[in-house]
Every structure is written in C-alpha cells, then in structure tokens.
C-alpha cells in the first residue's frame, strides 16, 4: 500500500503542480474551463488515496490532547449547515472536560462524514445526536473490543433515519460498500471512519434497527488536558530562521523535482537543484549560503533524506529543514535525530509548501 500511495502520490505532485501553474496564467482567461475541472479531479484523486490509507491504517495522523467536546460544539454551526432544515441537532456534552488522544482534523472528518451519513438516511427529516462521555473498559470488554483497558472518551453518533437491515450491517466497513444508490456515495466514508478509529487505539460498532435508525458508537484513548505554557514555550524557542540565500532542493523524480522548483521561484526563493543525498552533501559543504534544505525521504545512491537531514545538521545545527514524502508514513519515523523536522506530503501545491515554509519561519522574520 505504501509504494503504490508513494507512487500516484508523486504522479498527482506533478498534474497537481503543473495544473495549478497553468491556472494561475490563465487567470480567467479561455481554457481555464478546463484547467479547472482537471486539478479538481486531481485533488479527489488525492483525496480517494487518502481514505484508502485511513481505511488500511496506514494514513499519517497526528495525535494530540484534544477536548473532545469543545471540538463537537464548536462543529454544530458546520453540522447544521451540512443537513437538512428538516433534521435537527441536538448536542450532549460532558460537564466537564474531556481529552482524548486524536488527530483533531481527522475527528471533525469522522463525525462529519457521520453526520453526512445519517443525513442521507433522514430523506424526510429527522433527529441527530451526537453524545460525548467518559467510558471505563475493564479487561473483560477491553478484550472484546481489541483495545487494552483503560479510561476512554466515548462518542455516539445516532440517527432516527431508515437504519440498516441486519445482512448488510456485517458490510458496512468494507470499503466501497454502500447502501446509497449508484452515483450517490463512494462508500468510503464509514470504512474511512473505521481506520481512523482503530489507527487511534480506539474502536467502533454500528447498530442498527430498520425504520428506527441507526447508533455509531467509537472510542478513544482518554489522556490528560495539555500543558499550554509548555507546549507555548517549545514552540516559541524551536522555531527555525530562514536567512537570506538559496534553497537546496534535493528530489530524485525530475518531473517533481522541477514543479517544486517553479513553486519555490515563484514564492521568491533561487533554488540549487541536486538529484539526491550523494549530489546534496557536498553542496551543502561547501556552499555556506544555503539557507534551507527541502528534500524528499526515500532516494537512491545510499542517502536518504533523513540522513541527509542529520548530516546537515551535524555540519549547520541552525540550518532549517523541510522533508517531502510520497510514502503512507514518514520513514523512520522512530529516529530521535529527526523527531523535529517537518513532513510535507505529496502531493501538494504552491500555497501548500508556502505554509509549510512559513511554520519554519517565525512571523516577525522577513526575508
């Protein structure tokens, strides 16, 4: 799965790229009628790829403390707008805070594409509750639901829609199975919420009744709330200064490694260009002007991306660094040498890698 999603990863960094180049000449001149259609097609191709990976646990998360309702209430606004006026929301939420350990974005996707889900179900209106909890696990149901025991937080999510009948509800986290018509539904949006789940350490159930509705109930690792001072201080003295001076660019696929190059010139950087670790090193030896590195992970000729991080850290401890990967999940991701350096992944485009470039800069830098 990995090397298949590095694969059309890179092939979409190239349309993606290279459309969106296009766009920006043709501005809303003749043709762009049809630039516009094809780079939409292509960030669904990334995005189909993307909940594959949910679904085989292999997308790359990023877990933290997140006060699970809050993040319910301050979705209800989107919620509401997503369903129908015939379908209302109701909200129960903990008195108290309660973190759990999740990728934020991937949870308001999760509860978005359940909320979506129930929705299709309610044609003729209805009612969607979504309830936050804390939930204890002893070993006993631990073992049932494959999670070690513990505190968890639990969420339902319940519809009073047509529900599922009892021979289908066995299938409904294969992906692409769906019980929406042709044409209606890719059928990855509960699989996805599957991945998702499980990746977390968490699980997930469905019940279901039909002409009763429909119960989705998932929980997730319980921790303890952030420490916002520390985690203000660690952002506050890590963040990296780009200086004025070249960017290395080190990508072995030439058709990448050129639309990353018209990217990084149009944002107003020179670009040095090397093919991979062995051409990089001795450019980041000898030429002292260098003020960035970005460089894909995984490269021939015996050095990776990673280590060609790590070299150029041993030889310039300040030098910023970004590293760019096709793959399903970062390599090495278990090498303390590299746990700080940023991870943009492909495929991406210009307003994407601005971003990432702007996180390694503080705001107050100008270049």
Request: charged letters at 20%.
């Amino acid at each position: 799965t990995g090397g298949l999603a590095h694969d059309f990863n890179n092939l979409l960094t190239i349309i993606i790229g290279n459309l969106s180049a296009l766009q920006g000449q043709l501005g809303g001149g003749p043709g762009a009628s049809h630039v516009d259609p094809a780079l939409q097609a292509a960030r669904r191709g990334a995005e189909l790829i993307r909940r594959l990976l949910t679904y085989s646990r292999r997308q790359p998360l990023e877990p933290s403390s997140v006060e699970v309702g809050v993040l319910v209430h301050n979705m209800s606004h989107l919620l509401v707008r997503s369903l129908t006026e015939t379908i209302k929301v109701r909200l129960r939420l903990p008195g108290e805070p309660l973190f759990a350990l999740v990728d934020p974005h991937q949870l308001e996707n999760a509860l978005l594409n359940l909320a979506l889900n129930a929705r299709d179900a309610m044609p003729d209106g209805g009612e969607l509750t979504i309830a936050v909890s804390e939930r204890e696990l002893d070993e006993y149901v631990a073992r049932l639901v494959q999670v070690p025991p513990g505190a968890y937080v639990q969420i339902d999510v319940t519809d009073t829609g047509a529900g599922i009948e009892e021979d289908l509800l066995q299938r409904v986290f294969e992906p692409f199975f769906t019980t929406k018509p042709f044409g209606s539904g890719s059928g990855l949006g509960l699989s996805m919420v599957y991945g998702f789940v499980r990746q977390s350490g968490g699980n997930i159930r469905v019940v279901s009744s039909p002409g009763k509705g429909t119960n989705v109930r998932f929980v997730l690792p319980r921790v303890h709330a952030p420490d916002e001072v520390a985690v203000q201080i660690e952002r506050t003295t890590t963040a990296p200064r780009i200086s004025h001076g070249p960017v290395l660019l080190v990508e072995d696929e030439p058709e990448v490694r050129k639309v990353i190059r018209l990217q990084l010139t149009a944002l107003g950087h020179t670009v040095i260009e090397a093919e991979n670790g062995m051409e990089a090193l001795p450019l980041l030896e000898n030429i002292e002007d260098i003020a960035l590195l970005v460089s894909d992970t995984v490269m021939p000729g015996g050095i990776g991306g990673r280590e060609l991080a790590a070299r150029a850290r041993a030889l310039r401890p300040d030098l910023p660094i970004l590293l760019i990967t096709g793959y399903a999940s970062a390599e090495s991701e278990n090498d303390p040498t590299a746990a700080d350096i940023p991870v943009l992944r492909k495929p991406f485009d210009q307003a994407a890698l601005a971003a990432a470039l702007n996180e390694l800069d503080p705001p107050e830098e100008t270049r």
